[in-house]
């Protein structure tokens, strides 16, 4: 399974299901869903929580995970395709969820585990009255083909004539349901006369992904709490109050994350247009940095080499233990000292972001400390030699280097014109510009070299668990809603 090139694909990709009405399903994307799915269900399942997901392509991993077989798979990986299952379910729109379901009646598919499924969606969806009224004959096809439209109509005329618990009602319904009794309202008002005109629901009851407001007008201190601190530091500001404030920040953005068991390499572009002039003076510096200091907490280990600042330097961060290359080292094993090291490294880039970007050679410094993964964190301005870190990336694979290379691009606001700004076409690129953006950024940075699978899975598994999962979504978004796993975890019999 191709991870970077499934979040990339689940990032862009937003086409719809479409159900034809003579019951044809069209997804162009359809053997890419499921040849992932097939190398690898679990994972492939949980790269749909991955922050930043479509909701398309969240409907597309639903109805595949429903579609197939459970056969050979183990009780813990059933388990976990059962948490995902409902948690796309209750955290996508409504209207996606049920296209999801109903392609699973046009392609004559029903695994016991669907059935489940369908039955908790029809039944048991907090705003369930509501979504029924508006989408009667979608939800009654939906139901009737998980459970059968002889056994579902049957268990409607029983709840009709007052039945509320036979034998036969419990082993054809209620044993897939957590709340009996609202499940025997709910057929009820499935097989009632609709309501005409009945508007449903708009928004998922438990979103996946909690997007807070953006600024309307971007400024360098309103793209994230580590990256106005830092502006505010390379500004002069007081360092005694900032240092505790953006350990604080640093830890509220990472708390939860698992580390990363790989040795990771950083080329960090400090040069001067880094630093920016008038009001956007250090605003794509401080969230560069930000990025920095985010990979230090999580990363066992990590290598920084800037390039552009008159006196250029490398730093080594290691977790748990100093370990020195060249004349420069950092301890980053809590948050209080990534603080402190950002401190002294606002210091310096206040007095060398001024100089040129030579990207290609501190690409061969890093390749040379034998990371398994090397970022390169740049505005995508080179101006030392220019087309150099193209010619080197395009030499690498011919000189045996198998390393992944990938190019992280700070930019001002989510619109930048990024057309001459692309260093390195060949290379993997992403780019970034507020601290919200680290929650899907991460995943994707990981998922190109082997230890980052294992770093995705367990992410995501956390943040399935509704534990904390750390503050890189903000605040607003560092979690699923409390009592998420309470909500989509009843009705599992």
């Not at 530091?233 to 360092?239: E, F, I, N, Q």
């Not at 900032?242 to 640093?250: C, H, S, T």
Request: aromatic share 4%; proline share 6%.
């Amino acid at each position: 399974m191709d991870i970077p090139t499934l979040l990339q694909h689940f990032r862009t990709h937003d086409a719809p299901l479409v159900l034809s009405r003579g019951g044809d399903l069209a997804w162009d994307d359809a053997e890419l869903h499921r040849s992932a799915r097939l190398s690898d269900p679990e994972g492939y399942a949980l790269l749909a929580l991955v922050p930043g997901a479509l909701p398309w392509q969240r409907a597309r991993v639903l109805l595949c995970t429903l579609a197939a077989s459970q056969d050979g798979l183990d009780e813990r990986t059933r388990a976990t395709l059962a948490k995902v299952t409902r948690a796309l379910m209750f955290g996508l729109p409504p209207a996606y969820a049920v296209t999801a379901l109903l392609a699973l009646r046009r392609l004559r598919v029903n695994h016991k585990h669907a059935t489940r499924a369908v039955v908790a969606f029809v039944l048991e969806h907090p705003e369930a009255d509501t979504l029924i009224e508006a989408r009667r004959p979608a939800l009654v096809d939906c139901f009737e083909h998980a459970l059968g439209k002889a056994t579902a109509r049957g268990c409607a005329r029983l709840i009709a004539e007052g039945d509320t618990g036979s034998g036969r009602l419990r082993r054809s319904l209620l044993r897939f349901t957590s709340d009996p009794a609202a499940a025997i309202g709910r057929v009820r008002a499935l097989y009632a006369p609709g309501t005409y005109g009945a508007v449903a629901p708009q928004e998922p009851p438990a979103p996946l992904d909690q997007v807070g407001e953006r600024p309307p007008i971007v400024t360098p201190t309103n793209r994230g709490d580590i990256a106005a601190t830092l502006v505010h530091l390379y500004r002069g500001g007081p360092a005694a109050e900032l240092r505790p404030a953006l350990a604080g920040y640093v830890a509220e953005a990472t708390r939860g994350l698992p580390r990363l068991a790989g040795h990771v390499a950083v080329v960090l572009d400090t040069s001067g247009s880094m630093r920016g002039y008038g009001d956007r003076e250090w605003a794509v510096m401080s969230q560069a940095a930000a990025l920095r200091l985010v990979l230090a907490e999580v990363c066992e280990r990590l290598t920084v080499i800037e390039t552009g600042g008159v006196c250029e330097r490398l730093t080594v961060a290691e977790a748990g233990g100093v370990c020195e290359r060249l004349a420069v080292f950092e301890v980053a094993a809590t948050a209080v000292e990534v603080a402190d090291a950002a401190v002294e490294t606002a210091e310096a880039v206040v007095e060398t972001a001024e100089g040129a970007t030579d990207l290609a050679t501190r690409l061969l410094d890093a390749l040379d400390a034998r990371p398994e993964l090397v970022v390169i964190v740049t505005d995508g301005y080179e101006n030392v030699l220019p087309g150099g870190l193209a010619r080197v990336v395009a030499t690498l694979p011919r000189a045996g280097v198998t390393t992944p290379v990938v190019l992280c691009q700070a930019t001002f606001t989510a619109g930048d014109d990024l057309t001459l700004r692309d260093p390195a076409p060949r290379l993997p690129r992403r780019p970034f510009w507020h601290q919200d953006d680290f929650a899907g950024l991460l995943p994707w940075l990981f998922g190109h070299c082997a230890p980052g699978r294992d770093w995705i899975r367990t992410a995501m598994l956390s943040r399935l668990e509704g534990r904390p999962e750390g503050g890189l979504e903000g605040r607003r978004e560092g979690r699923l809603e409390d009592g998420l796993e309470g909500r989509l975890e009843g009705g599992r019999t």
